[in-house]
């Protein structure tokens, strides 16, 4: 019998592309969207069409939204040049011609839209890079003001005693690396919170550090609070279900008006016009 030749791995530290291995492992997009369309329609009772990605970074989940079809456009917003170029060139290029569709802005999230969204997010709780209340509201305002009338705006969040610890939390990933989630400080007074994502490989390499968050931990009730102060109608919770084994989310997010108290969440805030 020929012996079979051992198979290289495909992902190692000096090959993996950290925006390919950050999509790969934090980003759902047809979930997202799915979630973010049904909760629209249910309360709007028609389709969004207009879709606003803030800190939008790849922007995959524009891309997503524009190639299901004509009727669908959407707009990304990201300070940073090097994942929205990363994003035209892999997530825009190999949909054709519904890239057209999209319009990915180098700027600050408080800056306006080309057109007002329907639909609007902030995903992986990346407005927490606001870390004083008048920046959060400034961005809250902003997002108010530039929504279509009837809009809504949606942020997700994360919550529980164990999103204040200092940990790593390791997942193995399909294609053969495990994400690392280190929650590297937390500081009680400010709620200031330091994270790393790394990145281990079946060949022992590692990249460290691919990504630093600087954030504030902000808690789901002063979100709501500021939420409604920044002139939005309803603000509604959506809280993840559990999964069979009882230690994990399920991934199905339903309307709640008081959670559950477990030691680590993730939940949605749906604010609307
Ligand atoms: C955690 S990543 C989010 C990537 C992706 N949207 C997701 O859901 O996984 C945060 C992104 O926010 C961007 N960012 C930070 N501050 C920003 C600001 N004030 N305006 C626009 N983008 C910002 C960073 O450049 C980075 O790409």
């Not at 004509?70 to 994942?83: H, L, N, Q, S, V």
């Not at 610890?165 to 390791?170: D, F, L, V």
């Not at 790394?198 to 709501?224: P, V």
Request: hydrophobic letters at 35%; charged letters at 30%; proline letters at 3%.
């Amino acid at each position: 019998m020929k012996k079979r030749k051992g198979r290289k791995p495909k992902f190692t530290a000096k090959t993996a592309d950290k925006y390919d291995l950050y999509q790969r492992s934090v980003q759902s997009a047809d979930d997202d969207i799915k979630f973010l369309d049904r909760v629209y329609q249910s309360t709007r009772g028609h389709r969004a069409n207009h879709f606003r990605e803030d800190f939008c970074g790849t922007a995959l989940l524009t891309a997503t939204w524009v190639k299901r079809g004509p009727e669908y456009t959407g707009e990304g917003f990201d300070i940073d040049p090097k994942p929205l170029a990363w994003g035209r060139n892999h997530n825009f290029e190999p949909i054709d011609e519904a890239a057209a569709r999209a319009l990915l802005h180098q700027k600050d999230v408080r800056e306006p839209s080309r057109t007002a969204p329907d639909l609007r997010c902030a995903q992986n709780f990346s407005y927490c890079v606001f870390k004083q209340r008048s920046e959060l509201m400034e961005y809250f305002r902003a997002a108010y003001e530039d929504l279509a009338d009837n809009g809504l705006f949606v942020i997700d969040l994360q919550g529980g005693t164990e999103s204040m610890e200092e940990t790593e939390e390791e997942t193995k990933v399909a294609g053969g690396f495990t994400y690392i989630w280190d929650q590297h400080e937390y500081w009680p007074v400010t709620a200031e919170t330091k994270c790393y994502i790394h990145f281990r490989f079946r060949d022992g390499s590692e990249i460290r550090r691919a990504f630093t968050y600087n954030w504030r931990l902000w808690g789901l009730a002063e979100l709501q609070d500021a939420l409604y102060e920044a002139g939005f109608a309803q603000v509604d919770c959506y809280w993840e279900g559990t999964a069979s084994d009882g230690t994990s989310g399920n991934g199905i997010f339903r309307k709640t008006r008081r959670g559950e108290n477990c030691a680590s969440f993730i939940a949605y805030l749906a604010a609307f016009k």
